[in-house]
């Protein structure tokens, strides 16, 4: 199950060569409350800023998504501004 090979690796969204491995900050939602995960290691593409994480990585985001993100394993809190799509949102129209 071990491994990654990284070498030749081309983004999966624009097909751009050019990774590079960064930390990254992601949200994540857990049932009503949403979630920061800091220094993520993931190849971001230089193009598009896609993230590409691997399979260790992904496996570890899910242990902490089944430890349900207890509060106080936390290492910071973030207030965060909510906005509603409100009267932007148009009816879709199916014909
Ligand atoms: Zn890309």
């Given at each position: 199950?071990?491994?990654?090979?990284?070498?030749?690796?081309?983004?999966?969204?624009?097909?751009?060569?050019?990774?590079?491995?960064?930390?990254?900050?992601?949200?994540?939602?857990h049932q009503?409350t949403?979630v920061?995960?800091?220094?993520?290691?993931?190849?971001?593409?230089?193009?598009?800023?896609?993230?590409?994480?691997?399979?260790?990585?992904?496996?570890?985001?899910?242990?902490?998504?089944?430890?349900?993100f207890?509060?106080?394993?936390?290492?910071?809190?973030?207030?965060?501004?909510?906005?509603?799509?409100?009267?932007?949102?148009?009816?879709?129209?199916?014909?």
């Open positions: 199950m071990e491994s990654h090979e990284q070498e030749a690796a081309v983004c999966s969204n624009c097909g751009s060569p050019k990774l590079e491995w960064a930390r990254v900050r992601s949200a994540f939602w009503d949403l920061v995960v800091e220094d993520i290691p993931a190849l971001v593409c230089d193009k598009c800023q896609e993230r590409h994480y691997d399979d260790q990585t992904v496996v570890a985001l899910d242990l902490m998504r089944g430890e349900g207890p509060a106080e394993g936390a290492t910071g809190e973030l207030r965060v501004p909510v906005f509603a799509f409100g009267h932007r949102a148009r009816p879709k129209v199916e014909s």
